[in-house]
């Protein structure tokens, strides 16, 4: 998954500055952006998570594979939604929105002792298990370099990540986490105009944070192909990857009081439908 992260991120930077050289040799294209657009679609996904919770120093507790030791779908498909406008005579300001969630449950007859919020749950135990994660990004953005063809712009946005595991043994005994994480990020977004009706469109956003005995990081990125068929309506094709890390040891973090680890990550193909004005 890193790696991916870090060549779709060389493929964005390539891309980024080589369009407007491109741009200032190719013949105009009379484009005006589209001002809202409601995009619907969803992921086909690949999923890999990880997560450990307990009152044991960090770092000492042994991490669970969910897909592995629980059983977990590593592959899923995800309804997704998004919401952008465009405003301001000149349409550089952008404000958007966009939600999708991941609802994974299982039963499993366990291969290898766990561990899960200091209880023990031995190898050859019948448990139910489940972990959601959400995903709520609003952003704002502003297109500091725009015309006709190219519309480059710089955000800032913060990503709310509800986040609910737990797991409940044949026996009756039952573990159970419920977190919010909200985290904020910067990012770089390009649209390019191929024709009037032919985009392509990407975006990159991260966030690092370390405050006392919590550590937080998201990376994503999103490259897409946008071909608007009919008047107010067009579709979308692209590659999404997201890769977020949790590391708390109380509530040093706003909103956050848990003791453990948690790491999620994903890349898939996109696929939507556009309405846009």
């Not at 992260?5 to 080589?18: E, K, P, R």
């Not at 939604?81 to 952008?94: I, L, P, T, W």
């Not at 848990?258 to 846009?276: A, D, H, N, P, Q």
């Amino acid at each position: 998954m890193k790696k991916t992260v870090w060549i779709l991120v060389i493929v964005f930077i390539a891309v980024f500055f080589s369009f407007p050289v491109h741009a200032e040799s190719s013949d105009p294209v009379d484009q005006s952006w589209e001002r809202f657009s409601f995009k619907l679609g969803g992921y086909i996904a690949d999923i890999n998570s990880s997560v450990y919770l307990g009152s044991d120093t960090l770092g000492l507790g042994a991490m669970v594979d969910v897909e592995e030791a629980l059983g977990l779908d590593s592959s899923m498909s995800v309804l997704r939604a998004e919401v952008n406008y465009r405003f301001g005579s000149s349409q550089r300001h952008m404000v958007g929105l966009k939600y999708y969630d991941f609802r994974r449950s299982s039963t499993k007859t366990l291969e290898a002792d766990i561990t899960w919020q200091d209880k023990e749950y031995k190898k050859g135990t019948t448990v139910e298990s489940y972990l959601n994660i959400g995903i709520f990004k609003a952003g704002y953005g502003y297109a500091f370099y725009q015309d006709d063809r190219i519309s480059l712009a710089a955000s800032i946005g913060l990503f709310v990540c509800p986040i609910e595991g737990g797991i409940t043994a044949s026996g009756g005994s039952t573990s159970e986490e419920d977190i919010v994480a909200p985290l904020p990020v910067v990012g770089l977004s390009l649209d390019f105009a191929i024709t009037p009706k032919l985009f392509i469109k990407q975006s990159i956003e991260v966030f690092y944070l370390e405050i006392g005995d919590f550590k937080g990081s998201i990376s994503s990125f999103t490259i897409a192909c946008e071909y608007d068929f009919w008047k107010n309506v067009g579709f979308g094709l692209g590659y999404d990857v997201f890769d977020l890390k949790l590391e708390a040891n109380g509530s040093d973090y706003p909103n956050i009081d848990f003791i453990g680890k948690v790491e999620f990550e994903y890349s898939g193909l996109l696929l939507y439908t556009k309405i846009y004005f």
